[in-house]
Every structure is written in C-alpha cells, then in structure tokens.
C-alpha cells in the first residue's frame, strides 16, 4: 500500500489524530495536513544509488551483450555463461545480479532503437518479375515412423508474394539447386534477382582469384555476393542444365 494512502485511511477511516499520524511516520503535522489535500500527490523518496560488485564488470558485460546481438541465435551464449566467465574474471557476485544487468540493457537497447528510428520508413516495392527471396528453415517431420529433422527451402516472390516450400534432409549445393528449379518451374520463369539472408549453402567460400568457389557458375556474380546478398538471373540461367531447365522462361507474367 502507498505511504500516501496509509496517511489517508488513518486520519479519514479510522479518524486518528494528525498528532498521532505524526508520531507514527516522523513527518511534520504541516506535511501530514499537505497529504491530505485533495490533489495530492504520492511523496518519492530518492534510493541512494549503493555500489554492486558488478560495477567493475559493467563494461565488459554490455560489450559481450552488444556482440550478441550481431550472431545468429543459435550462436548467440545465454546469460549463464556470461555469468561463468565473469565469475573466472574474479566476480563474486550471484548470477540474478548479471541476468537483472542483462535485462535493463536489452530494455535501454530496445526504447534507445525505437527512439532513433522513430519516423523513418523506408517502403520495399518491387516491380513484376524483379526479385524473389529464399531462406532455410528447420522442422521436424514423422516419416517411416521416427521423428526426423528436415531442412525447408523457402522461395518466395517479392512482388506478388507466392512462395514455394520444399523439405530436405540437408542444406547441400545440389538441394540448393534443386530447391531454386523446383522454384522457378512453378512459378513459370526466372525472376531479375534473388534476395537471401544466409549465402553459406550457395558458396563454399569467397576469395580472390582463380578457383573461388566450387561452381565455376557463380563466378558470374562473384562482384555481387562481396558487395550485398543478391544474386542476378544470370547465376542460374548459366548453372548445370541437369539443375536448371532451360525451357523455363525468364519472363514473367504481369501479376506475378
């Protein structure tokens, strides 16, 4: 219950004197009599800020947190383990002190995000036929009877917003490959571009020189994959015809 309330229900429920309320909280009779106007407000008090045997830490910590907000989430250490190395760093604080740290710096991170973009928009429109986006995804599937972890190759139009998914057992070139034909066999072409947020599965690495990747096919857009993750029509127009059909058509339909 609030200190301004516990004032008010003594002197106006059970009527005790404004002398007595004074003896009980140590507040002056004028304060007390202030309190019981009607408007007022409930009094803070201001915490003395105490020293934490985290406060030497404190830096290291919020740089640990800032670096995991650039890793994947399965990369990312939990709160736990940030609390095990501090502790072989020489911290001898309990682990409810860091997750308690780790909370208000996601919430100071979170309204400091909202804040600074608040009022920009940036809008994505595509035209017909220019962009198309894929991803991976995991799930789980019951086949033969045993629980299997399967691999979901998600191809989606950036225009009109049809999708394809299909499931395999791995994340491999060649099921890659065959996602992206199965993909564009369906939607009836090619479109201008793609757009993906992980280019692990598409290239084994990249380099400088001659023998950059496995496929020699993505040496066409080489330039491309070093500056962002899109790759042109051109890639796949130019892959293994056992993959990609040539009879598909690289235009599109107006209202795809």
Known sequence: ????????????????????????????????????????????FKVPKRPSNLDPYADRLSAWLLAQTRKSRKERRTVKQMHADLVKLGYAGSYARVAAFARAWRDDRHR??????????????????????FDWSEDWATIGGERVKLQAA????SHSRAFL??????????MLFDAHWHAFRVFGGVPGRGIYDNMKTAVDRVGRG????????????RAAINSEPILTASLFNCLPSILISPTISSNFDPNS
């Not at 002398?19 to 019981?36: D, F, P, Q, V, W």
């Not at 035209?127 to 986006?133: H, L, S, V």
């Not at 998600?154 to 139009?157: D, Q």
């Open 1 to 44: 219950m609030g200190f301004l309330s516990v004032i008010r229900r003594w002197a106006l429920r059970e009527g005790m004197p404004i002398r007595e309320i004074a003896r009980r909280t140590g507040l002056s009779r004028n304060t007390i009599k202030k309190y019981l106007r009607e408007g007022a407000v409930e009094p803070k």
């Open 112 to 133: 400091a995000e909202q804040t600074t973009g608040r009022g920009t928009f940036v809008p994505l429109v595509f035209q017909p036929g220019e962009a198309f986006q």
């Open 154 to 157: 998600h191809t989606k139009l």
């Open 165 to 174: 998914v299909r499931a395999y057992p791995l994340q491999t070139h060649e």
């Open 210 to 221: 001659k023998g950059w990747s496995k496929y020699p096919a993505v040496t066409a857009s």
